[in-house]
C-alpha cells in the first residue's frame, strides 16, 4: 500500500463571506520535502496553511495531513492529528503568563500525558536546539521578539511532529532578528522534518526551499524548484512579483 | 447654625450596641454574599460557554434581567416570593432551631431577612462579576486561542490553563471593585428589614434624633470596611 | 403555581402614575422625572468637574477624583439619609423626600459622570488637538471647537447608560416612602396581601422593559456614532 503524502489539499475552496480567498487548489505535498509558500498580500497564503491544522475550515473540498482528512475530524481525532502538526504563529502567541520551559511543556503534559519530570526533559532539549536553553525560566515579557519566536518553534517541535508550518515566521520580527529564527528553520530543513514556510523571505526560500509555491488570488500560478521559479518564472504575475521583492538586490541573469 | 454634636448620644449605651451590632450583621452579610456571589460568577461564566444554543441564550436572559432591574426589587421578590419557592423540606430546616446560626444581635442567619439578602445581593453581584470576567475574557488575544488549540489542547484546557489565567489578569481591578460594590449594596437590605449598619443608624436616629451623629457613625463604618477590604484583596496582586 | 395578573389590571393606572390626578405625582411617571432630574444634574456636575480636571491644575483633577472617590465609596442610601436629615438641620428647611433623593442621586452619579467624561476626552486620537494646533488654533479653540464636541459625541451612549442606571437608583427612594414605582408596588402589596409574586415581577418586567431599551438604545448608538 502506497504511503499517503504528508499533506493533500484536494479541490479546496475557501470563502469568507463573499470573498473568496481559495479557488480550487489540488496539490500533494511529500514527506521531508521543504516547501516555500509566496505570493502577494491577499494571496491567500496563510489560509492555505491554516487549513491544514484545520486553524480555519474548508468551504468545499478536503484537506488531509497523512491519509486522514483534518477537515473532517473532530474532538480526540482532530487533537491527536494537531499534536502531529507543529504551527507556528506570526505572532508567536506564547503564554505570556507561563516561562518558556512551561510553554513548551503544557501540551506534552495535558496532551501526550507525560509527567513534569518527561515533560521538563524534553523541553530543555528543544530549547537547546533553538540555542535558549539558558532562557529557559524566562517569561515572553523578557525575551526579544527573535527569542520568543524561537521559543515558539521549540514549543511546536516538542510534540515530534512530523510536519512543521510557518506562517509569515519573521515578519513581525525587527530586521536584526530575522537571521536567527532563519537559521532555526534552516537547521530544521537538513534533519528531514516536512516544512511549509509562508514568507517573502526569497533569499531564504533560494537556498533551503527544494520546492516553491506562488499563489495569486486564491490560486496556485507557479510550482516550481526555486532554481527554476527564481530564473524564469512562467507566469506575467509571478514575473511581476519576482521584480518588486527582488528589485533592490538585482540578481543575475534575468 | 442649629447643628448642636453630641458624640457620646451616640456612642454609648443601647445605640453603640445596636450599631456595634450593625456592624456584625454587615460583615456577616457581605460574607454571605460574596461567597454566593463567587459561586454564582464561576457558574455563569461555565454557562456562557455551553456548546448548547439554548443554555447560551436562558442564560443570556437571565442575566439580562438581573442587570435591567433595581436591586432593590430583586430583594422584594426573593423576600416575599423566594422563601415560599423552597422544597418544605429545606424551609423546615431552616426555621428549626440552629444556635450556631444566630448572630450577636439576635440576628438569625436564617432568617429570612438575612438569606433574602445574601442571595439577593450575591446574585445581583454575581451577574455583574461574571461580566467582568467575560470582559476579560474577550481582551484575551484570539491567538492565544489558536495556538492551544494547534497544539490538541482540549477546551477544557484551553480555557482553564490560557484563558481564564490572563481573563482574570485582565480583570483584577474591576473584580475587586465589584465585591466592594457589594458591601455598599448590603445598606440596601436594611429596606427590607435586616438589621445592618444602616438599619441600626436609623433606628438611633428615631431613638434619640441624633441624625449627624448616626450617620457620620455609619459613613465612618462603611468607608473603613471598604479600604480594609480594598487593601486585603489588592494584596493578591502581583505587581 | 397559577400567578392571577388581575391584580395587576385593577391598578394599572396607579402603577403608572400614582395619585398625579390628585396632585401628588407617583408611579412609573414620578420615577422617569426623578432620574431625568438626576441624570441633567449630575451631567451638569460631572461634565464641569471633568473640564475642570482637564484643564486645570493636576492638583485640582487629583483632589476631584480624591473628593469624587469619597461619595462614591458611602453607600447610596447613606447619601439619601445624609441629605434628607442633614440639610433641613442646616439650611433650616425642609426637603421633600423625592428632592432629597434627587439630589443625592446627583451628586453621587457626578463621579462617575467625571469619571466616563475623561476616559472620552483621554481616548480622542493625540493628532486631532496637534492638527488644530498645528493650523494656528489656541489650546482653548481647540478644545471648544474640536476635542470637546467629539467626544461628547462618543459618549453619549455612555450617558445613556448611566441613565439607565440611574432609574434603577430611583427605587430607593422606597426608603422615604416617597411614591415611585417601587412604593407603588409596595403599596398594592401591602393593600392586597396575597399577590406578591405578581406585583414585584410586574414592577420588575416594567423596569426591565425601560432600563433594556436604553441599554439597547445606547448599544445602537454607540454603532450609529463610529465614524466614517
Redesign the interface.
Known sequence: MAVPPVIEFRDVHKSFGALEVIRGISLTIDRGSVVVVCGPSGSGKSTLIRMVNRLEAPTRGDVLVDGISSTHARGEQLRRLRTGVGFVFQQFNLYPHMSARQNVTLALRKVLGKTQAEADAVADEVLDQVGLADKAGNFPGQLSGGQQQRVAIARALATRPDLLLFDEPTSALDPEMIGEVLTVIRQLAHQGITLVVVTHEMGFARTVADRILFLDQGRIEEDAHPDAFFSAPRSPRAQQFLSQILSPLHTAGG | ???SIDWAGVLSGQPLHWLLSGLVVTLAITLAASVIATGIAVALTALRLSPVAPVRLATWAGI??I????????L??WY??GFGLLPPALKAWMIGDHTWSVLPGQVSLFAPEFAASAWGVGLFIGVFLSEEIQAGLNAV?P??G??A??????AW?TLA??LL??AL?NAYQPVVGQYLNLM?????T??IGLAEI?YQ??QV?SFNSH??EA?AA??VL??AI?FALERVLLAGRRT | MGLDFSIIAKNWDYFLWGRTPQGEVGGLLLTVLMALAAGTLSLVLGIAMALASWLGPRRLRDVLTFLADLVRGIPLILVIFWIYFLVPALFRTKVPGALSVILALAWFSSGAVMYTTLAGLDALPRGHREAGIASGLSEGQVFTTILLPQALRNLVPSYVALFASMIKDTSLAFILNVPELTMTANQVNTRAQVYPAEIFLFTAAVYFVLCAGLSWAAHGLAIRLQPG
Open positions: 447654625m442649629g447643628l439580562s434581567l442587570r435591567n432591574t433595581p436591586l432593590l426589587i430583586q422584594l421578590v416575599f416570593v488575544a491567538g492565544q489558536e495556538a488549540a494547534s497544539q490538541g489542547l482540549s484546557d490553563k490560557v489565567p490572563q489578569r455598599k449594596l448590603t445598606s440596601v436594611c429596606s444602616t443608624a436609623r436616629e441624625a449627624f450617620f455609619a459613613t462603611y468607608l471598604g
